[in-house]
């Protein structure tokens, strides 16, 4: 049990134009899902957390109006990338926390690449 | 500013060796402890965590944990080829329970 999916896994947009990622945990109710980026060779970077029903709590220097973050359901969370540029190009991964799991347990998805070009 | 910090590397080893992954955070209100394997291209993936001070053995992985140093080390014994990867230390501070993770420690162990 405690599987997250992403989609797409991989994408590939020229600048400007909107990405949507999908994450969605399969077997599970996740009250919370956080959004990372990690740029090559560097570590996990939190973007945001978000709870279901509720607007996204962003870390400090993430943009909230470029990366839009919906929490619909208790078991999928969408994060778009608006007006993206080269330099969003990165690996995009969400995880979960399960509903009445250990606080400290969180389920990661499989990511998406995103290059812009 | 809490910090996580790791040795980038990379830490090689010989099949069978033990490899020893260290991690020192800042925190000092810090209580949970994570270490995650990463393969290139993935997401990471939870090897284990521990709570309390001392070690914690599961198979060949072994986490120690000394709070007083701030220091959360990870042993690999019988070290495999398909160890090879990186390995992240996280830790959470009480209150959030959202973590912190270190930039990795790249480890390779060849045959």
């Known amino acids: 049990g405690a599987v997250v999916s992403q989609h797409p896994s991989r994408v590939i947009c020229k600048s400007g134009t909107s990405v949507k990622i999908e994450c969605r945990s399969l077997?599970?109710?996740?009250?919370?899902m956080f959004w990372y980026r990690q740029f090559p060779k560097q570590s996990l970077m939190l973007m945001a957390t978000?709870?279901?029903?509720?607007?996204?709590?962003?870390e400090q220097g993430v943009e909230k109006d470029k990366f839009l973050i919906n929490h619909a359901s208790l078991t999928l969370s969408t994060l778009t990338v608006t007006s993206a540029h080269p330099e969003d190009s990165s690996f995009y991964i969400c995880?979960?926390?399960?509903?009445?799991?250990?606080?400290?347990?969180?389920?990661f998805g499989p990511g998406t690449r995103l290059t812009v070009l | 500013q809490k910090e996580v910090e790791q040795n980038s590397g990379p830490l090689s080893v010989p099949e069978g060796a033990i490899a020893s992954l260290n991690c020192t955070y800042s925190?000092?209100?810090?209580?949970?402890f994570f270490w995650y394997r990463q393969y290139s291209g993935k997401s990471p993936e939870l090897i284990m965590f521990?709570?309390?001070?001392g070690d914690k053995e599961d198979g060949r992985f072994t986490a120690q944990l000394n709070k007083a140093s701030q220091y959360v080390s990870l042993l690999i014994r019988d070290s495999q080829p398909s160890d090879s990867a990186t390995y992240l230390c996280?830790?959470?501070?009480?209150?959030?329970?959202?973590?912190?993770f270190g930039r990795g420690t790249s480890l390779i162990v060849h045959p």
């Open positions: 077997d599970f109710q996740a009250t919370t």
């Open positions: 925190d000092r209100g810090s209580q949970s």
């Open positions: 995880s979960a926390r399960r509903r009445g799991g250990d606080y400290n347990e969180q389920f």
């Open positions: 978000s709870n279901e029903g509720s607007k996204a709590t962003y």
């Open positions: 996280a830790v959470n501070s009480g209150g959030s329970y959202i973590p912190t």
């Open positions: 521990i709570y309390s001070n």
